[in-house]
């Protein structure tokens, strides 16, 4: 449908959620609230993406996003 949730159960200080695609550019920031995280995607082309979870900009959590 074009989005999906990230849940966050721990305390993240100045939390970032970046999207990078397969090029190495940022496609999309926001900031981290603690709970539910709501991501859309329905805009992104196909493709494989980095999403990368950040405290205090430093990366604490990365894994690959698939959009077909």
Do not use: A, W
């Not at 949730?5 to 190495?24: A, H, W």
């Amino acid at each position: 449908n074009g989005s999906f949730i990230l849940q966050i159960n721990s305390e993240i200080e100045n939390g970032k959620i970046v999207l990078i695609n397969s090029f190495g550019q940022k496609i999309n920031e926001e900031k981290i609230i603690n709970g539910l995280n709501y991501i859309t995607t329905k805009l992104l082309p196909k493709g494989i993406y980095n999403l990368v979870i950040s405290q205090n900009d430093n990366r604490i959590r990365s894994t690959k996003l698939i959009i077909e």
